[in-house]
């Protein structure tokens, strides 16, 4: 469903991306993971299509990101690291304004605001100008409007930063059912517990290039007969001790 071929991405003589090639099945959680810089949001964004590779290819679906993004934009939704509203909007008027951008009718509008606030519990504030938001309202908010065309691929920079504890239970059940739905998701995290969690197989960057991909359950097993743990094999890998 996703699929990265030879991509790299340069901001002037930085190497930011360096020749990935990852790809991400219907079915699966795949989680990249990296410290600050390895190159994990520019990845998602040429995904989304905020960016453009500099060399390579992007595909979701049988559409190229760039050749055809109105499609391919179509499939996916993406939930970036800062969550952005319009502060003068309300949440519902937010939703409502993505799921037109989207071209649902109107029945559909106000079916989809009805379905993501309930299952992200928005009600009580979400008539509120999101001026008044929480992190955390903030967060539920945008991972609704994500969810609110019902896409193929969903992407997420850094799910669960400022998140409370009930709300990253409801994260992480999500994607698990989201991928169960035969849906794929690719999510960028520096918690290595939640990827051990909810992820089916996860791929390392480092310094730009993808240095281990891997099956989670195969990770693990591999690292526990080896007396290690995945964060001391994380840690050996990205160069820290």
């Not at 995904?47 to 390579?56: A, C, D």
Request: glycine residues 8%; hydrophobic residues 40%; charged residues 25%.
């Amino acid at each position: 469903m996703i699929l990265f071929e030879h991509v790299t991405r340069t901001y002037g003589n930085r190497v930011a991306v360096n020749q990935l090639d990852l790809a991400a099945a219907p079915g699966e959680v795949l989680a990249l993971l990296g410290h600050n810089g390895a190159g994990k949001t520019t990845t998602l964004k040429m995904l989304v299509g905020l960016l453009r590779p500099s060399e390579g290819k992007v595909t979701v679906g049988p559409f190229d990101v760039v050749e055809n993004v109105r499609e391919a934009s179509r499939l996916i939704g993406y939930v970036p690291d800062q969550p952005y509203l319009y502060d003068k909007l309300s949440g519902r008027e937010f939703l409502e304004f993505i799921a037109e951008m989207y071209g649902l009718s109107s029945t559909e509008t106000r079916e989809a605001v009805a379905r993501e606030a309930e299952r992200f519990g928005l009600g009580e504030f979400l008539d509120r100008l999101s001026e008044s938001y929480s992190h955390g309202m903030r967060q539920r908010t945008v991972f609704a409007a994500a969810l609110i065309h019902q896409p193929e691929v969903l992407v997420v920079d850094e799910p669960m930063v400022g998140l409370d504890p009930h709300s990253i239970r409801l994260v992480k059940d999500l994607l698990r059912e989201y991928v169960g739905l035969g849906r794929t998701v690719l999510m960028s995290t520096h918690m290595l517990s939640v990827a051990e969690e909810i992820a089916d197989r996860v791929a390392v960057m480092h310094q730009g290039q993808l240095v281990l991909e891997g099956q989670m359950k195969e990770l693990q097993k591999e690292n526990s007969e080896n007396g290690h743990n995945l964060e001391s094999l994380f840690l050996n890998i990205t160069g820290n001790t």
